[in-house]
C-alpha cells in the first residue's frame, strides 16, 4: 500500500518504505536511542541475516493517515518516557516536513535497554 495525493498537476505516491525510511533515520538520530529492535524473535532473525535500513519501523495507513510505530532501544541511565516522547515527536515532524501531509500516530515501543560500559 502507498500513500497518494492528488495535486492539481497531478497524483504523489510515496511507498511506506519511503517513509520507513525517513522515520528510522529520525529516530536513530534522536538523544538516547541506540539502535533499532526487531518486533518479535523471528523479525530478529531476518534483520540478522540481511540489513533493511527500516529495521523496527511500522508503517500503516488507517483512515487516511499515516500510523508510524517504532521499536527501539534506549540507553540505561536516560529516563525513558522523555527520551520515547522526543523520538515520537522528532520522527513526527521529520516526516512531515519531508512529506507535506500530516501523520496520524507515532507509537513507540522499547524493546530494550543498552547499558553502556565504561572504565
Not at 500503516?60 to 493517515?65: F, L, N, T, V
Amino acid at each position: 500500500m502507498a500513500l497518494s495525493q492528488s495535486q492539481p498537476a497531478g497524483r504523489i505516491t510515496i511507498s511506506q518504505k519511503a517513509v520507513a525510511t525517513i522515520a528510522a533515520q529520525a529516530a536513530l538520530r534522536s538523544y538516547g536511542i541506540v539502535g533499532m529492535a526487531s518486533r518479535s524473535l523471528a523479525e530478529g532473525i531476518v534483520q540478522a541475516l540481511a540489513r533493511d535500513p527500516r529495521h523496527g519501523v511500522e508503517v500503516s495507513q488507517r483512515d487516511g493517515q499515516v500510523h508510524i510505530d517504532l521499536y527501539v532501544v534506549i540507553e540505561y541511565g536516560t529516563r525513558v518516557t522523555s527520551v520515547s516522547s522526543s523520538v515520537a515527536h522528532t520522527v513526527r515532524y521529520q516526516v512531515e516536513r519531508s512529506l507535506g501531509m500530516p501523520i496520524g500516530d507515532v507509537n513507540v515501543h522499547v524493546q530494550d535497554l543498552h547499558i553502556s560500559f565504561t572504565e
